[in-house]
């Protein structure tokens, strides 16, 4: 398939959120919702050739079986919730081999588009219904600013030309193996799964005899929650400082429960002041702004 550069110009991305610690009734901030499609078994299927070797998952035996869970999928979440609150987050897939990712999905509010594979080739047609759908929303919805897909196939090339026509924001996510080059580029921002969420950690040996393994301490959910906020827009935005409104926004799209009076802090602002060993602080324009330490 040629691919023929757009004449389009990457919008900025702009930083989500206002100023203000309670959140708006409004959530449509001025970027505009975020609308999130999974290719799913390509992100997986990528993510298996990755650990086991190229060709590994297309081999029957391997493909027509329960799935190790291999996505992270709140990172991925969360990486789009940076770019504004998340209006549509459909996945597609077969989803009959998927069954032990449930959990991550249900936490994640992905809504599960299930494709039945017609033929002998057992091709589920992901990538068709999802450039449909997207192509229907973008038209339905004008909240809707940001696109964000996830998988690397050139068919996503045609959807591409159409988001950007209909001067939306297109944002790429892919495994760094599978994915079409031409397809990355046709984005207005592209990132690699890989880079994202990075080499599994390495597993610890048993401790030697004699010596007793040091326990850790349980980590802190608010500052595990305030680091993840602040980073995210950090990378949103390019730059270390964030509005620390905009944090708080950040944070309750990364978690709507969340609340700092069941972490020991009256208000957020009482949160932010306690945690100053995580997050600097200094005066901004029209409110303080924050950067990770």
């Known amino acids: ?7 389009d110009h990457a919008a900025p991305l702009r930083s989500p959120g206002s100023e203000g610690e ?3 009734s409004n959530h449509n901030d001025e970027s505009g919702s975020v609308a ?29 079986k329960p799935q190790e869970p291999l996505v992270d999928v709140q990172a991925l979440v969360e990486l789009s919730a940076s770019f504004g609150p ?10 009959q081999f998927f069954g032990r990712y449930r959990d991550a999905l249900l936490q994640s509010a992905v809504e599960l588009i299930q494709l039945f594979p017609p033929g002998a080739a057992a091709k589920n047609g992901a990538d068709i219904k999802l450039c449909l759908d997207a192509t229907e ?23 591409a030309q159409k988001i950007k026509a209909a001067g939306r924001i297109l944002i790429g996510i ?3 193996r599978n994915t079409n080059k031409h397809w990355a580029k046709s984005c207005h921002e592209f990132r690699y799964y890989d880079a994202l969420v990075g080499p599994p950690p390495m597993e610890e040996g048993p401790a030697p005899a004699g010596l007793k393994a040091v326990v850790p301490p349980p980590p802190d959910p608010a500052v595990d929650m305030l680091r993840r906020a602040v980073r995210l827009l950090a990378e949103t935005k390019g730059e270390p400082w964030v509005n ?14 969340f609340d700092t009076r069941d972490h020991g802090h009256a208000s957020f602002a009482e949160m932010v002041k306690a945690l100053d060993a ?8 029209s409110d303080h702004m924050l950067r990770l330490r």
């Open 174 to 176: 892919g495994n760094r």
């Open 22 to 24: 309670q959140m708006s």
């Open 36 to 64: 999130m499609y999974w290719d799913f078994e390509n992100l997986h299927a990528g993510l298996v050739d990755a650990k086991y070797g190229d060709g590994t998952y297309a081999k029957q035996d391997n493909r027509f």
């Open 137 to 159: 929303d973008i038209a339905r919805f004008a909240h809707v600013r940001t696109i964000v897909i996830m998988g690397g196939d050139s068919d996503f090339m045609p959807v």
């Open 86 to 95: 998340v209006a549509i987050n459909r996945a597609y897939c077969n989803w």
């Open 278 to 285: 995580v997050v600097e602080v200094k005066k901004g324009d």
């Open 1 to 7: 398939m040629a691919h023929h550069p757009s004449s």
């Open 244 to 257: 620390k409104g905009s944090v708080w926004h950040m944070i309750k799209r990364l978690d709507p429960t």
